[in-house]
């Protein structure tokens, strides 16, 4: 980066309005270096992705000044840092010089390069202290290890001030190759007009960016110009992973995952994307010239690129180097393959939304406003609990707790969650609690003014809901609110939502005129639904339709077999650790027993209806081979015992490796095995009815396969063994083609337009489609011999059953979580509500 002028006229810097070659960013890096004199001085970069901004930082560098780099989007952290450290010079976003003093006020050491937050933006006085060294190997170890080339061009999706920003310019302008430089969000179509225009063929992104990239569909776009992608700034769930390698082997570019931190400069380890689909939970190995070693359960990492150390104020600019090795604060692990995972944190730092926050450093903050807080979080969610006390939880202003919360962090307000409790939880040895802390928010948040769901449903709602603002005036613009580049995305999603499309320069249009537009859309005649909802719903009324013989359609009770495996997955599977795996399927299973018990027992001791073995739900396995009323429940019975098989499978360490390395090679396996069973060389226990639980298993394990499969030819073999299985199973042609209907729908058309008038009913029948399952042979046995009537009534009553039953379950929850706070602060473990997802599962 030193000699740009070396590159000539190769293309430097691509922006919506200009190109610069390197010889002209020379000429215009140098006029900034001679403007700051040669007296070495200390100078505040506003980092903005704008062509001013990286000039001025150049040139700040190029003269040997050392650069004091801060987020020109957050004004309080930006003026804190400024207090704090008193430059002498002031470099603007625009590329202006505020000259402070003509000399400088600080002893400075020859080493010392480059200052960057520890915690982004939250303009805590902790900076990293870089030296030129650090800056150059890091970006050479990065160069080499992606092979960037001359002809390479990095969009800047993240921002100038952020270390993992920063290094995708350092690592291209050290070998020649150029910038698509851009404050646009890649939820923008300008964005992508300028990566085309551009020729670009790296993009990095944070895992906020890959859920914006999913909504945008970048797995479908044309970019033949791309040549990899890298992710970094906090996990990516190794799912993901394993989805994003896929598509870039299908579109013809590599996944670098990578691992850093910024007080090494920017990286440390890298994912090659030969291991993506291999260890997807891996950080990989350590970068050219590094060095990874596990002490004491913690990684430690050393090289050429460790920060000299920390400076927590002027005087210490004047420091020589303090630390040798950099502990990490991340638990690890070295696999037998021989790459590294990150197992936990040792130390109270988190990720929210790509931002790193130092937890103590924000509930320090918030304790300053006289509130007795505790701050946990998560990728996602920064999570706040209060202690009301005596003043009660009423009198808690969520409202400005989430506001201090969002300047001291740098987190959107719509990011953080405050709840109130009596005491704060503690452990046995009388330590917070901070695992209880993110439960309780996490289980309480939804019903508090803390909520992280707020209105949003008016233009001037949704910048009050995202922006943290108590008032939105109506010639209001998102910027003059102070929206910042990370609540731009949620923001411009949102607004995309509420006015079907974007209009170009919506950032700067008063909420006036966003209103306006809002009110001319047009009523939408249709919504979009997932397509396994509406097969539950279509799948409940054929299939009380056929018992009531209004029709004759059977088949969609096995095709709802498959929609439960197909959810199971994705929602109590979604977690990687066994814990909590077990947990949601336990709970998922109680969520089916307790209401077909309460309907099967009563029917039975005072009805005299079915058996006792169908009591323990015991009929696939007590009862005998012919059909009956004992046989009515044989769905549950099959759905139950699923989710135990499933929950004996995830606690077996051999098995959850099996599925983290073959996500959908081991339940094609299952799916297999399990349809084998059907033969008679296999001596299954109980009767072999076509609803015996252990003969309808491979159902369970075809879903989870399907929720498995996200590449086109993993569409395809999913298909194949579908047709195979699901097409055969019965033997009667008309059944097994229903049933193979809603399993190819389920497969190739994943989300669905059905008419807004359906979307309530279809809603409610998705939603309710157990109690109806369960309920409709008792109204049934009350008006056999009239069809309509009886298909009615099933219906009307299972909706009602549901009604009754999941308003009385919310209110023992909220009583459970009510006392579950109250042990928490007696320091017991709290006890965990149920579930809304129980309800998807199904």
């Known amino acids: 980066m030193r000699d740009l002028a070396a590159h000539g006229s190769a293309r430097a810097v691509v922006t919506e309005h200009d190109t610069l070659t390197y010889a002209e960013l020379a000429r215009r890096v140098d006029a900034v270096a001679e403007s700051l004199g040669t007296t070495r001085r200390l100078v505040l970069v506003e980092g903005a992705n704008h062509l001013e901004s990286l000039i001025g930082y150049l040139g700040a560098l190029a003269g040997g000044h050392v650069v004091l780099l801060v987020p020109s989007d957050s004004e309080p952290a930006r003026e804190t840092l400024r207090a704090a450290y008193d430059p002498d010079v002031v470099i603007g976003a625009s590329g202006a010089l505020d000259v402070v003093r003509e000399g400088s006020a600080h002893e400075l050491h020859p080493d010392l390069a480059l200052l960057l937050s520890t915690s982004g933006s939250t303009g805590s006085p902790k900076l990293v202290r870089l030296s030129w060294d650090n800056l150059a190997a890091n970006a050479d170890q990065i160069a080499t290890y992606l ?109 670098f995952v990578m691992y850093g931190q910024t007080e090494a400069t920017a990286r440390m380890a890298y994912l090659p994307p030969r291991l993506a689909l291999e260890q997807p939970a891996s950080i990989g190995v350590p970068v050219p010239g590094g060095s990874l070693e596990v002490v004491d359960g913690e990684l430690v990492y050393s090289g050429p690129n460790v920060m000299l150390g920390y400076a927590d104020s002027p005087a210490d600019l004047a420091l020589p180097r303090t630390v040798e090795r950099l502990r990490t604060g991340d638990l690890g692990r070295r696999t037998e393959a021989g790459v590294y995972e990150v197992t936990g944190r040792s130390s109270r730092f988190t990720k929210v939304l790509g931002h790193r926050i130092d937890l103590d450093q924000v509930e320090r903050g918030l304790r300053l406003g006289g509130h007795d807080v505790r701050c946990a979080g998560r990728e996602g969610l920064l999570a706040v609990t209060v202690a009301a006390g005596e003043v009660g939880p009423g009198l808690v202003d969520h409202g400005a707790l989430r506001r201090s919360a969002a300047r001291l962090s740098g987190a959107p307000p719509s990011a953080i969650a405050v709840v109130a409790v009596p005491e704060q939880p503690v452990r046995a040895n009388g330590k917070t609690d901070y695992a209880a802390v993110l439960s309780l928010v996490e289980q309480l948040r939804d019903r508090t003014d803390g909520s992280a769901t707020a209105r949003t449903d008016t233009v001037a709602a949704l910048y009050a809901a995202a922006l943290g603002r108590s008032q939105v005036a109506p010639s209001s613009t998102f910027v003059t609110l102070g929206g910042d580049s990370l609540s731009y995305v949620e923001v411009s999603i949102r607004l995309e939502q509420l006015l079907g499309t974007l209009p170009p320069s919506w950032h700067v249009t008063p909420v006036a005129e966003l209103e306006e537009a809002a009110a001319r859309r047009p009523a939408a005649t249709h919504r979009t639904v997932e397509t396994n909802v509406w097969l539950r719903a ?27 495996g197909y959810n199971v997955v994705r929602f109590a599977l979604a977690s990687e650790r066994a814990r909590d795996r077990l947990r949601s399927l336990a709970r998922g299973a109680t969520r089916v027993v307790l209401p077909t018990l309460a309907v099967v027992v009563p029917a039975h001791l005072f009805g005299g209806y079915y058996e006792t073995r169908n009591l323990f739900l015991a009929n696939w396995l007590l009862g005998e081979e012919r059909l009956g009323p004992p046989w009515r429940f044989w769905f549950i019975e099959a759905l139950v015992v699923a989710l135990v098989v499933a929950m ?59 929720a498995r499969a996200s590449t086109r030819r993993q569409q395809w073999i999913v298909t194949a063994v579908a047709v195979v299985s699901v097409g055969t199973f019965s033997g009667n042609p008309a059944r097994d083609l229903l049933s193979l209907a809603f399993v190819l729908l389920l497969i190739w058309k994943p989300l669905s337009r059905i008419p807004v008038a359906l979307v309530p009913v279809v809603q409610v029948l998705a939603a309710s489609s157990l109690y109806v399952y369960v309920i409709h042979w008792q109204v049934l046995e009350h008006l056999w011999g009239a069809p309509v009537p009886a298909f009615v009534a099933s219906l009307a009553v299972g909706v009602g059953y549901w009604w009754v039953w999941t308003n009385g379950v919310d209110a023992v929850r909220r009583g459970v979580s009510g006392l579950s706070a109250g042990r928490s602060a007696a320091g017991r473990e709290p006890t965990i509500g149920l579930s809304a997802d129980l309800l998807r599962s199904y």
């Open 648 to 706: 004996g499978l995830v606690a077996v360490p051999a098995v959850a490796r099996a599925e983290r390395r073959w996500p959908l090679g081991l339940p094609l396996a299952l799916t297999a095995l399990a349809f084998t069973l059907r033969l008679p060389l296999f001596p299954l226990p109980g009767p072999r009815m076509q609803g015996s639980a252990l003969v309808v298993l491979f159902l369970f394990f075809l879903g989870w396969s399907i």
């Open 147 to 255: 092979n960037i080339r001359e002809t390479d061009c990095a969009a800047t999706t993240l921002p100038l001030h952020y270390c993992y920003g920063l290094s995708v310019v350092h690592s291209h302008l050290s070998r020649g190759a150029s910038i698509a430089l851009t404050d646009l969000s890649v939820v923008d179509e300008c964005f992508w007009n300028l990566f085309r225009a551009a020729r670009a063929t790296t993009l990095a992104g944070v895992p906020y960016t890959f859920e914006l990239l999913e909504r945008v569909r970048f797995g479908s776009m044309d970019l033949p110009s791309l040549r990899y992608v890298t992710q970094a700034g906090g996990r990516l769930d190794p799912e993901q992973v394993r989805h994003w390698a896929e598509v870039g082997q299908a579109r013809g570019w590599d996944l």
């Open 538 to 564: 279509l799948a409940i009324v054929l299939i009380v339709g056929t018992h009531a013989d209004v029709f004759v359609l059977q088949g969609t009770a096995h095709a709802l077999l498959v929609l439960v």
